[in-house]
């Protein structure tokens, strides 16, 4: 990738431990980064889960919550209920619940909730069997180039995508359990009997089961995807490549903007030392203050109605103004500016260049102004 040349071997900034790792020739390890600040990864989870919500709610009108098309725009009341509970136990402060515990609070709250029990009975295809007439979680995960790669020896495709959907999908009972317990333990509800589900496990039982989509490195997606495309072209009646199609941009372009962000907040380029500023009325002060206001005068030219005015003939008188005031202040007339083009810069050119001020030699401030002689 050829916006990733110049900073090839620069070391990449982390707040996390044990994680330096510099810039390498495809970027994997910046899209990987962990610890980095800006929400990067946040941002590109969401875009993917805005742009699934999109063609499952606004285009195939399938009954839908979460995400930015779906009514409500968000599933935290799922499991709200017993959240409450947990925080009255707690005196209201969550802040009390164990790190474990919290980040199993946030993480059981899918993306995603389709209804699929109000699904037109005449669709056909994988997807509409597998989500007809239940309800179903859909969290969405996102997997960057890691280890996980490079330790699959698996050669089918999609199977690193694939695997990691089955581990996401399975951990979702794991995350109900862990919660049940802590119910328990904070005695808001009694001991279950053994081999009776808890109340987080229950609630879960009441849906199908959870898919847990997942977008790889490589903008290849794992079979929860495909099965999800199969609805939507099912219900809109559209050709199966044009969901996918839309997917995959969005998924293409979540990745580049990704590594596009952090290369400018996590990439420690080499700082090169800066030349001191010229003094006050030195050779190199006065060249850069030449070419300073040949440019101001190139890009920036008289009002047009200057030179309408112009056009007819009319002279403009024009003044050089002596700048700081220190020197004097006062302003001298110079000469009047004849119908000419372009006669404007070469005026300035010679009000500078003949300026032959001992103390303010060659950099004195120029004022052009254009008035029109009635």
């Known amino acids: 990738m050829t916006c990733l040349k110049p900073i090839i071997g620069c070391p990449l900034q982390t707040?996390?431990?044990g994680h330096a790792s510099k810039v390498e020739a495809f970027g994997n390890n910046i899209t990987k980064l962990k610890g980095a600040k800006g929400g990067g990864t946040t941002q590109n989870h969401n875009s993917f889960v805005d742009a699934l919500s999109y063609?499952?709610?606004?285009?195939?009108?399938i009954?839908?919550?979460?995400g930015k098309y779906g009514k409500p725009c968000t599933c935290k009341g799922i499991f709200s209920g017993l959240t409450g509970l947990l925080q009255q136990a707690l005196h209201g402060s969550i802040g009390e619940v164990p790190?474990?515990?919290?980040?199993?609070?946030q993480k059981i709250i899918p993306d995603l909730l389709i209804d699929g029990r109000y699904l037109k009975q005449n669709l056909g295809g994988l997807g509409f069997d597998a989500l007809a007439a239940i309800r179903t979680m859909i969290d969405i995960k996102t997997l960057s180039c890691c280890d996980k790669y490079a330790s699959c020896h698996d050669s089918s495709a999609a199977s690193v995508v694939n695997k990691r959907q089955e581990e996401a999908s399975a951990a979702y009972r794991t995350k109900a359990q862990e919660l049940d317990r802590l119910l328990i333990a904070k005695q808001v509800v009694p001991v279950s009997p053994l081999g009776t589900p808890g109340p987080y496990e229950s609630v879960l039982n009441g849906f199908g089961k959870v898919l847990a989509p997942v977008v790889g490195a490589f903008a290849e997606m794992s079979s929860d995807v495909h099965l999800l495309t199969d609805l939507i072209a099912s219900a809109q009646g559209m050709f199966l490549?044009?969901?996918r199609r839309g997917l995959g941009l969005t998924a293409h372009r979540g990745w580049a903007r990704l590594l596009i962000d952090r290369m400018d907040t996590q990439v420690q380029r080499p700082e090169f030392p800066q030349a001191p500023e010229p003094a006050w009325g030195s050779t190199k002060a006065c060249a850069q203050d030449d070419r300073a206001m040949d440019a101001h005068h190139y890009h920036q030219p008289p009002p047009a109605s200057a030179l309408v005015l112009r056009a007819k003939g009319a002279l403009f008188p024009c003044w050089l103004k002596s700048d700081p005031p220190g020197?004097?202040?006062q302003k001298t007339k110079v000469k009047k500016l004849a119908n000419t083009p372009g006669r404007a810069h070469d005026l300035v050119t010679e009000a500078i260049t003949e300026s032959d001020d001992?103390?303010?030699p060659r950099h004195m401030a120029v004022h052009l102004l254009y008035i029109p002689l009635r």
């Open 241 to 243: 490549i044009r969901a």
């Open 55 to 61: 063609w499952l709610g606004a285009r195939a009108r």
């Open 63 to 66: 009954p839908l919550q979460g």
């Open 99 to 105: 790190e474990k515990h919290r980040r199993s609070l």
């Open 15 to 17: 707040s996390s431990a």
């Open 327 to 329: 020197a004097g202040g």
């Open 358 to 360: 001992p103390a303010h």
